[in-house]
């Protein structure tokens, strides 16, 4: 906030008289009324000499740090969108501040409200879990390019059994979120836990009820090991959700709902695993192995993928062949306008992500995720060089 201070001549008659000027004079610039503020300027109410020329002078400070704030705000970077990918983007922000004047401001409200505010031109950039297609890109006049690799995994609160203990399939994953399984102590887990004293309790199932790509690589993959999942429930930000599973906003509720209902089971972004000491579970994957989250098997994964031998990036990446994979892999993408409204601001984003690729790859496993591998990264720059400004000129980053 800018503060000016005036000091009128002395007298109750020029003091009301300068506050009505001044309290019309704010108004008008809190509404952008320009016919107004040029009233208030050119047509100062009627005193003395000395008196309008305070008011004028009163006015231009106004419109001087009124503009200059408006300035300062418009100068910092915006986004939204994955909470998977904040961790990095705050990681590579707080470093990239150090060295240069732009503040980064990003906001994890889920990969469905990012891509929205990016087709709507709210943000700078926004974030997702999940590739746009072709065609949503073309339509809305939009490119992507991945940032990092994470993955999803099942979390659970089992009292008695510790983490990465039990070990399940996406066969049984979704049954339990279909309720068709509704015991821990069903037959089928306990058929692949011999040895594990499973509680004969019912499984509490909690869920995402917004908008996620956490969501949407989660029942991709759900949907790849069952059949009656994909025809009932298919993949998407959104699920119509069985009534028996309790639904929480986003995965720091999901989180904290975990935390406090015993013999309950859910699945979030890896980040959170690490950030709140969360139990997880093995699964099984493509080749048959029961397998832990993490870098390693996320990196494994990406290996068996097209992101590796093409760069391929609009590749899903769960269920993955390999001995090491985790089965529920995942990219994460950042998505901004083809055409550039503002192009300095434009230009900021691509010259941030530059840095972070160039610059911010050792932070990258830092936050327990997996960087791109170079073929994926020359993929992203070449996506990068297609914004353009409104007259068609391609960007140039070192101009800002």
Same mark, same amino acid.
């Given at each position: 906030?800018?503060?000016?201070?005036? &000091?009128?001549? /002395?007298?109750?008659?020029?003091?009301?008289?300068?506050?009505?000027?001044?309290?019309?004079?704010?108004?008008? !610039?809190?509404?952008?009324?320009?016919?107004?503020?040029?009233?208030?300027?050119?047509?100062?109410?009627?005193?003395?000499?000395?008196?309008?020329?305070?008011?004028? !002078?009163?006015?231009?400070?106004? =419109?001087?740090?009124?503009?200059?704030?408006?300035?300062?705000?418009?100068?910092?970077?915006?986004?939204?969108?994955? +909470?998977?990918?904040?961790? =990095?983007?705050?990681?590579?922000?707080?470093?990239?501040?150090?060295?240069?004047? #732009?503040?980064?401001?990003?906001?994890?409200?889920?990969? &469905?409200?990012?891509?929205?505010?990016?087709?709507?031109?709210? #943000?700078?950039?926004?974030?997702?879990?999940?590739?746009?297609?072709?065609? *949503?890109?073309?339509?809305?006049?939009?490119?992507?390019?991945?940032?990092?690799? @994470?993955?999803?995994?099942?979390? #659970? /609160?089992?009292?008695?059994?510790?983490?990465?203990?039990?070990?399940?399939?996406?066969?049984?994953?979704?049954?339990?979120?279909?309720?068709?399984?509704?015991?821990?102590?069903?037959?089928?887990?306990?058929?692949?836990?011999?040895?594990?004293?499973?509680?004969?309790?019912?499984?509490?199932?909690?869920?995402?009820?917004?908008?996620?790509?956490?969501?949407?690589?989660?029942?991709?993959?759900?949907?790849? !090991?069952?059949? *009656?999942?994909? +025809?009932?429930?298919?993949?998407?930000?959104?699920?119509?959700?069985?009534?028996?599973?309790?639904?929480?906003?986003?995965?720091?509720?999901?989180?904290?709902?975990?935390?406090?209902?015993?013999?309950?089971? +859910?699945?979030?972004?890896?980040?959170?695993?690490?950030?709140?000491?969360?139990?997880?579970?093995?699964?099984? /994957?493509? @080749?048959?192995?029961?397998?832990?989250?993490?870098?390693?098997?996320?990196?494994?994964?990406?290996?068996? &993928?097209?992101?590796?031998?093409?760069?391929?990036?609009?590749?899903?990446?769960?269920?993955?062949?390999?001995?090491?994979?985790?089965?529920?892999?995942?990219?994460?993408?950042?998505?901004?306008?083809?055409?550039?409204? *503002?192009?300095?601001?434009?230009?900021? #984003? =691509?010259?941030?992500?530059?840095?972070?690729?160039? +610059?911010?790859?050792?932070?990258?496993?830092?936050?327990? =995720?997996?960087?791109?591998?170079?073929?994926?990264?020359?993929?992203?720059?070449?996506?990068?060089?297609?914004?353009?400004?409104?007259?068609?000129?391609?960007?140039?980053?070192?101009?800002?």
């Amino acid at each position: 906030m800018i503060m000016v201070s005036l &000091s009128p001549p /002395n007298g109750s008659e020029a003091t009301g008289t300068l506050r009505c000027a001044i309290h019309h004079a704010v108004i008008s !610039l809190r509404n952008n009324n320009d016919a107004e503020i040029q009233s208030c300027f050119f047509n100062p109410p009627a005193t003395n000499y000395n008196m309008q020329r305070i008011i004028q !002078l009163f006015i231009i400070s106004c =419109l001087f740090a009124f503009f200059s704030s408006a300035a300062a705000i418009a100068a910092d970077v915006t986004g939204a969108g994955s +909470s998977a990918a904040a961790p =990095l983007y705050k990681k590579w922000a707080e470093h990239y501040e150090t060295k240069n004047s #732009v503040s980064i401001d990003y906001q994890p409200l889920g990969s &469905s409200t990012g891509i929205k505010q990016i087709k709507a031109k709210t #943000v700078d950039f926004g974030a997702s879990d999940v590739a746009l297609s072709a065609e *949503d890109l073309k339509s809305h006049q939009l490119i992507e390019f991945p940032s990092a690799i @994470s993955g999803v995994v099942p979390i #659970v /609160n089992v009292p008695g059994i510790k983490s990465g203990e039990i070990k399940l399939t996406g066969e049984i994953l979704a049954a339990i979120f279909s309720r068709r399984i509704q015991q821990w102590n069903d037959a089928e887990i306990a058929a692949i836990n011999p040895g594990l004293r499973l509680p004969e309790k019912a499984i509490e199932v909690l869920v995402r009820s917004d908008g996620s790509g956490t969501t949407y690589n989660f029942t991709d993959y759900l949907g790849k !090991l069952s059949a *009656d999942w994909k +025809s009932a429930y298919g993949k998407n930000f959104t699920i119509a959700w069985h009534k028996d599973l309790t639904q929480v906003k986003g995965s720091s509720s999901v989180v904290a709902s975990l935390k406090k209902t015993p013999y309950s089971i +859910s699945y979030v972004d890896y980040n959170y695993v690490i950030q709140d000491k969360l139990d997880v579970v093995q699964l099984k /994957n493509r @080749s048959g192995k029961f397998v832990l989250p993490g870098a390693s098997s996320f990196l494994a994964a990406l290996d068996a &993928s097209a992101w590796k031998s093409s760069g391929n990036f609009e590749e899903m990446l769960t269920d993955k062949s390999g001995s090491h994979t985790w089965p529920i892999t995942m990219g994460t993408f950042v998505v901004m306008q083809k055409i550039a409204v *503002d192009p300095k601001k434009a230009s900021m #984003v =691509l010259k941030f992500f530059t840095w972070a690729f160039m +610059s911010g790859d050792h932070l990258v496993h830092s936050v327990d =995720l997996v960087r791109l591998p170079d073929q994926v990264q020359a993929r992203a720059f070449r996506e990068m060089t297609t914004i353009s400004d409104t007259k068609g000129n391609p960007l140039k980053w070192d101009k800002w």
